[in-house]
């Protein structure tokens, strides 16, 4: 960019300045015109230069013509002496002051064409220089992104070549990492700014003015909707050469980005292989498999003893348990979702940390048996009877809280197979019978959620009940008939699950 001061300053001309109140105004170009209204023919950013031909014995008349040129926004108004005026008039040096529009003098001895050539020239030296520079910013743009594989890299590079600092955000327009560079101007509101752009997709883009600051938002990602925002400023308008290199810094973040979601789904496409060879039982051959997964936050191997959770909700919940699973902290090391069911398999503890989390999300998980890595199989089984254990009002169930730490580690393995075989003969030959009285346990009496959760009628649900109550010879409505039919299903699934 070319600015008034370095027309002033080329020595070569001589240039007086008499009122510059904006030296870093852009110049355009250079225009000559000795009519009284030039501003027909001037498209602003222009150094008009004039003898005052026309205005010979003007005084107030200068505030009329300041007012028009400063209009169309000229950068400045040269005038020059010793031809029509012996020096600046006074009434055009009062209407630039009044009017805050830059005005220098120009010497007799300058012409206008050396003002118009020198001032072409430094143009064009400008604008290559600015080339080169935008060359040389995408080129070492494009080498932080290929040798360090990583976005920081682009956005340190970018803060330094805009004097100012760069910072990628979520979809949401928080922060997704520390900015590169200078922080953000006190008072910005980035996540605002992303608020109103967002439901233009990639095609928006927002260039925000925060005191002297230029702060300019752009969308990253390829595909239908932003995965990301690139958020930069500089105390300073950017040039043509900065806002190409910001446009350079959001391809290759979108091509990073791309290539993550690649290596992600391909991540998950292995490891769901891996979980399904643990639950299969064959242990080793999911070590192989998953020793081709990508590295990412959490364990690396399999380790000697695991415990496999369920989780079931709606999808969109789910996709949401899965991301953050994988993400850092408490990630898993085997995930996988099919359906609305959502597996997960890791060490004991830390499958247990995960499944709190499922069920903070609004989730219902149950938590299976720890075994070894070759009975993945039952690990599996039990976790699937605790996930069918839950309620709304308990979302989360273990394993071992039914069997190991419940009733019928007091009654004893053989008692309770005992009991459960008596109490639940008449109702053998009815698994709908038994499907039924679990689910009335479990929803403490509620038909119309039995019926919800069977997909059957209500009425269906009431003979059902009927049906139980005439088999068993007692009422469900009795508090001793329900504990003692929890205690025999626990005891029958415990014997049918550990067997």
């Known amino acids: 960019m070319v600015a008034v001061r370095d027309v002033l300053a080329l020595p070569a001309l001589a ?3 008499l009122h510059v109140p904006r030296p870093g105004e852009p110049v355009r170009w250079v225009a000559t015109s000795e009519l009284a209204d030039p501003s027909p023919f001037l498209e602003g950013g222009e150094v008009l230069l004039t003898t005052g031909l026309g205005a010979r014995g003007w005084d107030a008349e200068w505030d009329a013509y300041v007012a028009r040129v400063a209009a169309v926004g000229v950068a400045a108004v040269g005038l020059g002496t010793g031809l029509t005026h012996p020096e600046v008039p006074a009434g055009l040096l009062r209407a630039c002051r009044a009017r805050e529009v830059n005005l220098f003098e120009v010497p007799r001895r300058t012409t206008f064409v050396a003002i118009s050539r020198l001032t072409a020239s430094l143009l064009h030296e400008r604008e290559e220089a600015a080339a080169r520079r935008a060359v040389t910013m995408q080129r070492e743009l494009t080498e932080a992104a290929a040798r360090r594989g990583d976005p920081a890299a682009v956005l340190r590079t970018l803060a330094g070549h805009l004097g100012g600092g760069a910072a990628v955000l979520t979809a949401d327009g928080e922060p997704a990492g520390a900015p590169m560079g200078a922080a953000p101007p006190a008072g910005l509101d980035l996540a605002a700014e992303v608020a109103r752009i967002r439901p233009q997709g990639l095609r928006a883009s927002a260039t925000v003015g925060h005191g002297s600051h230029t702060c300019l938002i752009q969308p990253v990602g390829l595909t239908a909707r932003p995965e990301s925002y690139l958020a930069v400023w500089a105390p300073h308008a950017l040039d043509d050469g900065q806002r190409s290199a910001v446009t350079t810094a959001v391809a290759l973040l979108g091509l990073d980005a791309e290539r993550r979601h690649d290596r992600r789904a391909t991540d998950r496409r292995i490891r769901a292989r891996a979980l399904e060879l643990l639950l299969g039982g064959d242990g080793r051959t999911a070590a192989v498999v998953l020793a081709a997964a990508e590295d990412r936050p959490g364990p690396a191997a399999l ?16 996709d949401d348990a899965l991301a953050a699973l994988e993400g850092p902290g408490d990630a898993v090391l085997l995930a996988a979702r099919t359906g609305v069911t959502l597996r997960l398999a890791d060490a004991p503890a830390r499958v247990e940390r995960a499944a709190a989390r499922l069920a903070a999300l609004g989730l219902r998980a149950g938590v299976g048996a720890a075994v070894g890595l070759d009975d993945g199989g039952r690990g599996a089984t039990t976790a699937g009877y605790a996930l069918a254990q839950t309620t709304e009002a308990l979302p989360l169930v273990l394993w071992d809280d039914l069997v190991d730490d419940g009733v019928l580690a007091l009654v004893g393995d053989d008692a309770a197979a005992a009991f459960a075989d008596s ?16 689910s009335f346990l479990r929803h403490h009496g509620s038909r119309g959620r039995v019926a919800a959760e069977l997909a059957v009628h209500r009425n269906t649900v009431r003979h059902r009940v009927a049906e139980i109550e005439e088999a068993l010879g007692r009422s469900l409505d009795d508090p001793a008939a329900r504990v003692n039919a929890w205690v025999a299903l626990q005891a029958d699934a415990a014997r049918r699950l550990e067997g």
Do not use: K, N, Q, Y
């Open 15 to 17: 240039l007086r300045g």
């Open 303 to 318: 380790p000697a003893l695991v415990r496999v959770a369920e989780a079931s909700g709606p999808v969109d919940l789910l």
């Open 423 to 438: 109490f639940l003969a008449p109702l053998a030959d009815r698994p709908d019978l038994l499907t039924t009285l679990r």
